[in-house]
T-cell receptor
Framework: TQLLEQSPQFLSIQEGENLTVYCNSS?????LQWYRQEPGEGPVLLVT?????EVKKLKRLTFQFGDARKDSSLHITAAQPGDTGLYLC???????????FGTGTQLKVEL | KAGVTQTPRYLIKTRGQQVTLSCSPI?????VSWYQQTPGQGLQFLFE???????NKGNFPGRFSGRQFSNSRSEMNVSTLELGDSALYLC???????????FGPGTRLTVL
């Protein structure tokens, strides 16, 4: 069974702070995705990283895929209350659309 | 373009009953995947349907089943409900390959 462990599980910070969320696995994935989920809604895709060592930026969010394609990180600079939500990493393997989701990181950004 | 819709949004059932959930994918999408989300286990893959055929299956008991119709709409069925089946059931659609999946808002199932 492939497992994706995220850390930290919970994070409560003040507006303007920086933070990093980690997603680790013992398995290799063909690609890794990051989602954000808000209450009452389904997850929304933020980014897909495919190549080992790849770094992608989405405004204040920076995503990195590990060289061995087993881990990833999400860094948020100058967090805002609108960043509040559940952040999920998901690994993609093989064909089809089967996603293995991480354990999740609940982020709360306060004024 | 309308997003993924799921009906009903909320459902309350009792142990032993069965339930059917519905998912309408984005127009033109041929793949529909189902996931179960619980506080303890997180988001877990149930199964994926593509062109009316089950293409992938997760590690859930046979009480969980699904199907897809010719218009790509999908249903999932859970028979002999257990308390542990209480969860948010999410469906996601995509065009078909390993491309972006778009999630619906989910159906919140409570089993009493």
């Amino acid at each position: 069974t492939q497992l994706l462990e995220q850390s930290p599980q919970f994070l409560s910070i003040q507006e303007g702070e920086n933070l990093t969320v980690y997603c680790n696995s013992s398995s290799v994935f063909s690609s890794l995705q990051w989602y954000r989920q808000e209450p009452g809604e389904g997850p929304v895709l933020l980014v897909t990283v495919v190549t080992g060592g790849e770094v992608k930026k989405l405004k204040r969010l920076t995503f990195q895929f590990g060289d061995a394609r087993k881990d990833s990180s999400l860094h948020i600079t100058a967090a805002q209350p609108g960043d509040t939500g559940l952040y999920l990493c998901a690994g993609v393997t093989g064909g089809g659309n089967k996603l293995t989701f991480g354990t999740g990181t609940q982020l709360k950004v306060e004024l | 373009k309308a997003g993924v819709t799921q009906t009903p949004r909320y459902l309350i059932k009792t142990r032993g009953q069965q339930v059917t959930l519905s998912c309408s994918p984005i127009s033109g999408h041929r793949s529909v995947s189902w996931y179960q989300q619980t506080p303890g286990q997180g988001l877990q893959f149930l199964f994926e349907y593509f062109s009316e055929t089950q293409r992938n299956k997760g590690n859930f008991p046979g009480r969980f089943s699904g199907r897809q119709f010719s218009n790509s709409r999908s249903e999932m069925n859970v028979s002999t409900l257990e308390l542990g089946d209480s969860a948010l059931y999410l469906c996601a659609s995509s065009q078909g390959g390993a491309d972006t999946q778009y999630f619906g808002p989910g159906t919140r199932l409570t089993v009493l």
